[in-house]
């Protein structure tokens, strides 16, 4: 069975870092490129960007660029979504997904979700 | 980037009636290679993530009951459900899968009338 497990929530204050956690397993974890989707509280889908673990190839909405990293870790088969200095609008639930078939394909596994929390 | 709108916002339908949701893309997604439109839709229930229900406008993932279908071409998509069931209450989402970044609807939320 296809599972995405992401780390837990996060409470952080504005100027923070953080890197949250997408463990794949199930399936090759090198084969399938990942994304990350925001949702903001009570809002809609916003495609942040994706990574192929294989070569750490990432693309970026221009939304996020410059405002993320996209990362991945395939010896432990994990992809990273991090931050350098959070934000009080970074407040979201970030789920990372794979796409079933190149980057040019839908999401068909979905994590849980991790919630993170930016106030002071 | 590609715009995609859908449209209603929500809609209250009865049990065992149609659901119709309409998503327009702001340019084709024609995948000219397979000749199909790269728009998914999404289902999302309260707390939990989204789950795939259709792919290449029109074809169900595996384990989607057959009342949900997919259809449209060109820049206009449409998603029924043939009879709606309690469980089908949700927020739906299009997307298109053909240029980066690989965009949203805003979501359709649908309730039982």
């Known amino acids: 069975e296809v599972q995405l497990v992401q780390s837990e929530a996060e409470l952080k204050k504005p100027g923070e870092s953080l890197k949250i956690s997408c463990e794949g397993s199930?399936?090759?974890?090198?084969?399938?490129?990942i994304g990350w989707v925001r949702q903001m509280p009570g809002k809609g889908l916003e495609w942040m960007g994706i990574?192929?673990?294989?070569?750490?190839?990432?693309r970026y909405s221009p939304s996020f660029q410059g405002q993320v990293t996209i990362s991945a870790d395939k010896s432990i088969s994990t992809a990273y979504l991090q931050w350098s200095s959070l934000k009080a609008s970074d407040t979201a639930m970030y789920y990372c997904?794979?796409?079933?078939?190149?980057?040019?394909?839908?999401?068909?596994?979905w994590g849980q979700g991790t919630l993170v929390t930016v106030s002071s | 980037d590609i715009v995609m709108t859908q449209s209603p916002d929500s809609l209250a339908v009865s049990l065992g009636e149609r659901a119709t949701i309409n998503c327009k893309s702001s340019?084709?997604?024609?995948?000219?290679?397979?000749?199909?439109?790269?728009i998914a839709w999404y289902q999302q229930k309260p707390g939990q993530p989204p789950k795939l229900l259709i792919y290449?406008?029109?074809t169900r993932e595996s384990g989607v009951p057959d009342r949900f279908s997919g259809s449209g071409s060109g820049t206009d998509f449409t998603l029924t459900i043939s009879s709606l069931q309690a469980e089908d209450v949700a927020v739906y989402y299009c997307?298109?899968?053909?240029?980066?970044?690989?965009?949203f609807g805003q979501g359709t939320k649908v309730e039982i009338k």
């Open positions: 997904a794979r796409q079933n078939n190149g980057y040019d394909s839908p999401f068909d596994a």
């Open positions: 199930g399936y090759t974890f090198t084969s399938y490129w």
């Open positions: 990574i192929y673990p294989s070569d750490s190839d990432a």
């Open positions: 340019q084709s997604v024609l995948y000219s290679s397979y000749n199909k439109n790269s």
């Open positions: 290449w406008a029109s």
């Open positions: 997307q298109q899968y053909y240029y980066i970044p690989e965009t």
